[in-house]
């Protein structure tokens, strides 16, 4: 009866499925007289560690027992280590020693993986001293969690060595070293070498390999070890996928997907998420249709990646349904995709959806917040930053940095000049943060903007840090429009000496000289560009027309329908003239001949949009552009007419806010 039993526990135990199974089958074994058997103990705490990850009553079993052999002590040292407890493993391990049961192989790889969990190094020296004395250092178990202990302990030294003196080798102990290697300090020289020996090689240490070329950036290496890999796994392609977008090879990456022989979510997501930060949005939007025809399930991921494609290029109608899609899969709970939904609403300039949205939301977090007062301040609507703003603080959410440039560039936009101080000071003194190079920024920009030069030029020369290129550019800025000569000749000093990259602010500064009709210091600028071979950065914008992304960059022809846009420039321009629009040229780019100056303004990309915009939607639709340098002067008072000429709303984002043309006015108050 006894034997019987005990021969049949293992199967018995296989259908325990609950800890009350288990507690009755314990009873039995009591009643039967095997509960000072090894055996079966030992498989009952086994099956209870393991199954029900309840160590208590495992410990109950085992405390029993009068004299627990070595068998039964490894299997309650490896269910704390197993669940998570690997201090009362050391401790089982250190109370196995006292009653002299000597520990064996089956005893150390645990012991060894709690002293990893806890990286208590000391100990591992200890015990892997202990281990010298015996055969049992060489065993495969045994020396691979040694091996595992070193690289946990970023040791790459000692397990090496502990590897190369391994009579016998295993996969596992190959592919620990090799990822030590790689995941530890990036040594992918050593770890090829190893990898080359290396007899069999599994998927693990493939993707390993090629996870570590990508990480350094080495894309040749990884793709020639792909390439040879036999039969890939998902792991594996996602992971070469990945590679491509980091490397912004957005051409291979969708080549590899193409020929991928399965896709999960995290597939589909790399390749959204690439084709996004490519500004590639139509395709993203493609891929998101077809990933459904697929019966791929879009998670939060997806679709807060392609809420960020349509903020980018300001794609409304596509975000429109994307949010539907949303409501529709049961998404909206999540804080994440209501903020993607919050700012995708106001980088599009629908402020009221965004507001809507964000009232809906039953949880809201800081960067909830963030993006709805960062909309409101973008689109003009400072008064509603700033309500917000205080809103918050009273909802008790820590405003941070962010918040605190969204309220700042809320202040500049407005004009308001003390608000902006009161919340410059408030930061330090009331919320605990430090100002921020941005911060500082925005301050030049506010006290510059509203025409307090000489204040602003004070605060820069009081900042605690170094002023960057944002800082003087902002100044610069200020003494284009209050046409300041002089301190602009500070700015521009300051940001040559800063080795600025962005001749902005070079023809910023030749515009500033035009204006006060200085025509030798506006040569002297050009030639420093020329110099310096600064180009400036090419003006670029985007409109939706019936979910499509449509981009125009100044002067270009590359839209099929090209053609058609340039005669409605010409028509455009026609009417602009009639109602007595004169072209302010001396916002053109200098390189231009004088001549060509007002043509070269006609075909300023956001003119090309509104252009393309006005000929393919119906009469009344409003018109959302996104370009992404700043609107020039002479558009801002193109755009102005055009809305009225032609009675369209025109909503154009800039690099740094919102204006909502109507009418024949903007939403900025021609301050911007
Ligand atoms: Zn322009
Ligand atoms: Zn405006």
């Given at each position: 009866?006894q034997?019987?039993?005990?021969?049949?526990l293992?199967?018995?135990?296989?259908?325990?499925?609950?800890?009350k199974?288990?507690?009755?089958?314990h009873?039995?074994?009591?009643?039967?007289g095997?509960?000072?058997?090894?055996?079966?103990?030992?498989?009952?705490?086994?099956?209870?560690?393991?199954?029900?990850?309840?160590?208590?009553?495992?410990?109950?079993?085992?405390d029993?027992m009068?004299?627990?052999n070595?068998?039964?002590w490894?299997?309650?040292?490896?269910g704390f280590?197993?669940?998570?407890?690997?201090?009362?493993?050391?401790?089982?391990?250190?109370?196995m020693?006292?009653?002299?049961?000597?520990?064996?192989?089956?005893?150390?790889?645990?012991?060894i993986?709690?002293?990893?969990?806890?990286?208590?190094?000391?100990?591992?020296?200890c015990i892997?001293?202990?281990?010298?004395k015996?055969?049992?250092?060489?065993?495969?178990?045994?020396?691979?969690?040694?091996i595992?202990f070193?690289?946990?302990?970023?040791?790459?030294?000692?397990?090496r060595?502990?590897?190369?003196?391994?009579?016998?080798?295993?996969?596992?102990?190959?592919?620990?070293?090799?990822?030590?290697?790689?995941?530890?300090?990036?040594?992918?020289?050593?770890?090829?070498?190893?990898?080359?020996?290396?007899?069999?090689?599994?998927?693990?240490?493939?993707n390993?390999m090629i996870g570590?070329?990508?990480?350094?950036?080495?894309?040749?290496?990884?793709?020639?070890?792909?390439?040879?890999?036999p039969?890939k796994?998902l792991?594996?392609?996602?992971?070469?996928?990945?590679?491509y977008v980091?490397?912004g090879?957005?051409?291979?990456?969708?080549?590899?997907?193409?020929?991928?022989?399965?896709?999960?979510?995290v597939t589909?997501?790399?390749?959204?998420?690439?084709?996004?930060?490519?500004?590639?949005?139509?395709?993203?939007?493609?891929?998101?249709?077809?990933?459904?025809l697929?019966?791929v399930?879009p998670?939060?991921?997806?679709?807060i990646?392609?809420?960020s494609g349509c903020a980018?290029?300001?794609?409304?109608?596509?975000?429109r349904?994307?949010?539907?899609?949303?409501?529709?899969?049961?998404?909206?709970?999540?804080?994440?995709?209501?903020?993607a939904?919050?700012d995708?609403?106001?980088k599009?300039?629908?402020l009221?959806?965004?507001?809507?949205?964000?009232d809906q939301?039953s949880?809201?977090?800081?960067?909830a917040w963030?993006?709805?007062?960062?909309?409101?301040s973008?689109n003009?609507?400072s008064?509603?930053?700033l309500?917000?703003?205080h809103?918050?603080?009273g909802?008790g959410?820590?405003?941070?940095?962010?918040?605190?440039v969204g309220?700042?560039?809320?202040?500049?936009?407005?004009?308001?000049?003390?608000?902006?101080?009161?919340?410059?000071?408030?930061?330090?003194?009331?919320?605990?943060?430090t100002?921020k190079?941005?911060?500082?920024g925005c301050?030049v920009?506010?006290l510059?903007?509203?025409?307090?030069?000489?204040?602003?030029?004070?605060?820069?020369e009081?900042m605690?840090?170094?002023?960057?290129?944002?800082?003087?550019?902002?100044?610069l800025?200020?003494?284009?429009?209050?046409?300041?000569?002089?301190?602009?000749?500070?700015?521009i000093?300051?940001?040559?000496e800063?080795?600025l990259?962005?001749?902005?602010?070079?023809?910023?500064?030749?515009?500033?000289?035009?204006n006060?009709?200085?025509?030798?210091?506006?040569?002297k600028?050009?030639?420093l560009?020329?110099e310096?071979?600064i180009?400036?950065?090419?003006?670029c914008?985007?409109?939706t027309?019936?979910?499509?992304?449509?981009?125009?960059?100044a002067?270009?022809?590359?839209?099929?329908?090209?053609?058609?846009v340039?005669?409605?420039?010409?028509?455009?321009?026609?009417?602009?003239?009639?109602?007595?629009?004169?072209?302010?040229?001396t916002?053109?780019?200098f390189?231009?001949?004088?001549?060509?100056k007002?043509?070269?303004?006609?075909?300023h990309?956001?003119?090309?949009?509104?252009a393309f915009?006005?000929?393919?939607?119906?009469?009344?639709?409003?018109?959302r552009i996104?370009?992404?340098?700043?609107?020039?002067?002479?558009?801002?008072?193109?755009?102005?007419?055009?809305?009225?000429i032609?009675?369209?709303?025109?909503?154009v984002?800039?690099?740094?806010?919102?204006h909502?043309?109507?009418?024949?006015?903007?939403?900025c108050?021609?301050?911007?």
């Amino acid at each position: 009866m006894q034997k019987q039993l005990a021969l049949s526990l293992p199967n018995v135990l296989q259908k325990t499925r609950t800890l009350k199974d288990l507690k009755t089958l314990h009873a039995h074994i009591i009643t039967t007289g095997l509960q000072q058997s090894s055996f079966a103990i030992g498989n009952l705490v086994a099956h209870c560690a393991t199954a029900f990850g309840n160590m208590s009553y495992a410990y109950q079993m085992f405390d029993q027992m009068l004299e627990p052999n070595s068998f039964v002590w490894n299997t309650v040292i490896r269910g704390f280590q197993q669940n998570q407890e690997p201090k009362k493993a050391l401790l089982f391990f250190d109370s196995m020693r006292t009653r002299t049961v000597p520990p064996d192989r089956f005893t150390f790889p645990f012991v060894i993986k709690a002293c990893t969990d806890l990286k208590d190094r000391w100990k591992g020296l200890c015990i892997h001293g202990q281990l010298f004395k015996t055969y049992i250092e060489s065993d495969v178990f045994v020396a691979t969690s040694l091996i595992e202990f070193y690289v946990g302990l970023e040791d790459m030294r000692i397990a090496r060595r502990v590897f190369d003196e391994m009579p016998l080798k295993d996969v596992v102990s190959w592919t620990v070293t090799i990822c030590g290697y790689v995941n530890v300090c990036s040594d992918m020289e050593a770890a090829h070498q190893l990898f080359d020996e290396m007899p069999v090689k599994d998927l693990v240490v493939c993707n390993t390999m090629i996870g570590g070329y990508l990480k350094i950036g080495n894309m040749g290496v990884a793709t020639e070890l792909f390439d040879r890999v036999p039969k890939k796994d998902l792991l594996m392609y996602n992971t070469m996928l990945g590679g491509y977008v980091k490397n912004g090879e957005i051409e291979y990456m969708l080549h590899l997907f193409d020929e991928m022989p399965e896709r999960d979510v995290v597939t589909w997501n790399t390749a959204i998420g690439g084709l996004v930060q490519n500004r590639r949005v139509n395709k993203a939007i493609e891929l998101f249709h077809r990933m459904q025809l697929k019966n791929v399930r879009p998670n939060e991921v997806t679709v807060i990646t392609v809420l960020s494609g349509c903020a980018q290029v300001g794609a409304l109608d596509i975000g429109r349904w994307v949010h539907s899609y949303i409501d529709r899969s049961k998404f909206g709970q999540d804080v994440m995709v209501g903020t993607a939904l919050v700012d995708m609403y106001s980088k599009c300039g629908s402020l009221e959806i965004a507001q809507h949205v964000f009232d809906q939301m039953s949880n809201r977090d800081f960067t909830a917040w963030n993006a709805m007062i960062m909309g409101f301040s973008m689109n003009g609507q400072s008064k509603k930053a700033l309500e917000f703003f205080h809103r918050m603080r009273g909802e008790g959410i820590a405003p941070n940095e962010v918040t605190m440039v969204g309220v700042l560039c809320a202040c500049t936009h407005a004009g308001l000049v003390d608000e902006g101080r009161r919340c410059f000071n408030a930061m330090h003194e009331e919320l605990g943060i430090t100002p921020k190079i941005e911060h500082y920024g925005c301050m030049v920009d506010l006290l510059g903007r509203a025409g307090l030069l000489k204040e602003a030029y004070e605060f820069i020369e009081d900042m605690p840090i170094t002023p960057h290129t944002g800082v003087w550019g902002a100044l610069l800025g200020a003494c284009k429009i209050h046409s300041n000569v002089e301190l602009a000749e500070v700015a521009i000093k300051h940001l040559i000496e800063l080795d600025l990259e962005d001749g902005g602010y070079l023809a910023i500064m030749s515009n500033i000289y035009a204006n006060a009709g200085r025509w030798d210091d506006v040569a002297k600028v050009r030639d420093l560009m020329r110099e310096k071979g600064i180009d400036k950065t090419r003006g670029c914008s985007s409109i939706t027309v019936n979910g499509e992304v449509h981009e125009f960059g100044a002067t270009d022809k590359l839209h099929p329908r090209s053609k058609e846009v340039y005669e409605m420039i010409t028509e455009i321009s026609k009417q602009l003239r009639t109602a007595g629009h004169v072209a302010s040229v001396t916002e053109v780019f200098f390189d231009v001949e004088e001549e060509e100056k007002e043509n070269a303004l006609h075909f300023h990309s956001e003119k090309l949009a509104v252009a393309f915009g006005l000929i393919s939607t119906d009469e009344g639709c409003t018109l959302r552009i996104v370009k992404n340098l700043r609107i020039c002067n002479d558009c801002h008072s193109a755009m102005k007419l055009i809305s009225q000429i032609f009675s369209r709303e025109i909503v154009v984002r800039d690099r740094s806010r919102f204006h909502h043309f109507k009418g024949g006015s903007c939403s900025c108050g021609d301050y911007w």
